[in-house]
């Protein structure tokens, strides 16, 4: 069965740290880009990072780069989102999401990917 689940969110203080987790079943995980996106409440989705099948290329929106590492453990059919010096505007629903397009790079585009995650709710706040 096809599944995409994050996990690890939660409440943490500014410039606190969470590490998501989106772990992968039902597909050859080791084939596609996932990328991880996050919604606020009134907002569009955002890409905030992606990364290929190999890990060997990565993107950050700006607004992270710096402070959020992508990475990705084949093995474990997982892909993680470090975050670190967490600001209130980090708070948002974030999401994981498989490109089946086979391609070396990925994408920050929302409209590329196919198949999302239920979500984990991220709230950065003192």
């Known amino acids: 069965q096809l599944q995409l689940v994050e996990s690890g969110g939660g409440l943490v203080q500014p410039g606190g740290s969470l590490r998501l987790s989106c772990e992968a079943s039902?597909?050859?995980?080791?084939?596609?880009?996932i990328g991880w996106f996050r919604q606020a409440p009134g907002k569009e989705r955002e890409g905030v990072s992606c990364?290929?099948?190999?890990?060997?290329?990565?993107k950050y929106a700006e607004s992270v780069k710096g402070r959020f590492t992508t990475s990705r453990d084949n093995a474990k059919n997982t892909v993680y989102l470090q975050m670190n010096s967490l600001k209130p505007e980090d708070t948002a629903v974030y999401y994981c999401?498989?490109?089946?397009?086979?391609?070396?790079?990925?994408?920050?585009?929302?409209?590329?990917?196919?198949?999302w995650g239920q979500g984990t709710q991220v709230t950065v706040s003192s």
């Open positions: 999401a498989v490109d089946w397009t086979v391609q070396p790079m990925c994408a920050m585009r929302p409209s590329s990917y196919d198949y």
């Open positions: 990364i290929n099948d190999s890990g060997s290329h990565l």
């Open positions: 039902g597909f050859n995980f080791d084939s596609f880009a």
